[in-house]
């Protein structure tokens, strides 16, 4: 009995060795692209907020001066500029014109949406204590959202309605979040990473993603990388996490995937390297 037991805890260490050794050789594969990310540091210029009232952008036509905009001519090497603003909302919708969001503030009971938009980059923009949401997509495909924070907004980050091949990186969401840091539904291939997600406050879940179809039609996949999960803990107790000492977990952070508004069928999508500290945003 004793050489059984034994022999059962010499097979279960092989296999716990395999599965880090794996995991590390795979971390290792990778570090060409997360090196470049590690212990960033890049903060947006001091700005002297000006108050603007709501920017609500219809159409490409309605780009202009009197909608917030400073500069550009909404093409791919002069995309329309829309900074510096204190505002309470910024809508847009049905565009395709190239047009870049910096530096501003956008607070209170309203939000940043964008509906039916493509090209566009919001960029180092503060959502800040919005009671609905911080900024949302809803059917909007080839955006950028990058070095910004959403701060106790009650809904996080919303990616929603067939908003396809966005990326978001180098975000921090953070404070009060009834509901979830990050939603995302119906929607594929956006490239989620290099952000911190942490500090939920309200008992609030992390990420949530939900497609309203069955899996048979096919799975909806987006990519998870190097983001920082506050309540990431590796297999169960965080110590054991980073056993080779990159920065980097050596087990996935998962995500669960719902179909059908229902817990089955379910399944899951991963960060493959969740890192161990928030990076410097």
């Not at 009995?1 to 296999?15: D, N, P, R, T, Y």
């Amino acid at each position: 009995m004793k050489k059984k037991v034994i022999a059962i805890g010499i097979v279960c260490l092989f296999l716990f060795t395999g599965l880090v050794t794996a995991s590390a050789t795979k971390i290792e594969s990778n570090k060409s692209d997360l090196n470049k990310y590690e212990n960033i540091a890049l903060l947006s210029p001091s700005v002297d907020y000006i108050p603007h009232e709501a920017i609500i952008i219809h159409g490409n036509d309605e780009f202009t001066t009197e909608s917030g905009v400073t500069g550009g001519s909404g093409t791919q090497n002069d995309p329309y500029i829309i900074e510096g603003w204190e505002v309470c909302l910024i809508m847009i919708y049905d565009t395709t014109a190239y047009f870049v969001i910096r530096n501003c503030c956008v607070y209170g009971d309203r939000t940043g949406k964008f509906i039916n938009v493509t090209n566009g980059v919001i960029q180092y923009t503060i959502f800040e204590s919005n009671e609905l949401w911080g900024p949302s997509f809803k059917g909007s495909c080839s955006n950028v959202l990058e070095y910004c924070t959403i701060n106790n907004c009650t809904w996080g980050l919303m990616i929603d309605g067939g908003s396809n091949n966005n990326e978001i990186h180098h975000c921090s969401i953070t404070g009060k979040a009834a509901h979830w840091g990050i939603c995302l539904t119906d929607s594929e291939d956006n490239n989620i990473h290099h952000n911190n997600i942490y500090d939920l406050e309200g008992g609030a879940s992390y990420v949530s993603v939900i497609h309203h179809r069955m899996k048979s039609e096919g799975l909806l996949k987006n990519q998870w990388d190097s983001n920082y999960w506050g309540n990431y803990r590796g297999l169960r107790f965080k110590i054991f996490a980073d056993l080779d000492g990159d920065g980097f977990g050596n087990f996935p952070y998962p995500i669960v995937s719902i179909y059908n508004n229902n817990f089955f069928p379910r399944y899951y999508e991963w960060d493959r390297h969740p890192a161990m500290q928030p990076y410097q945003l």
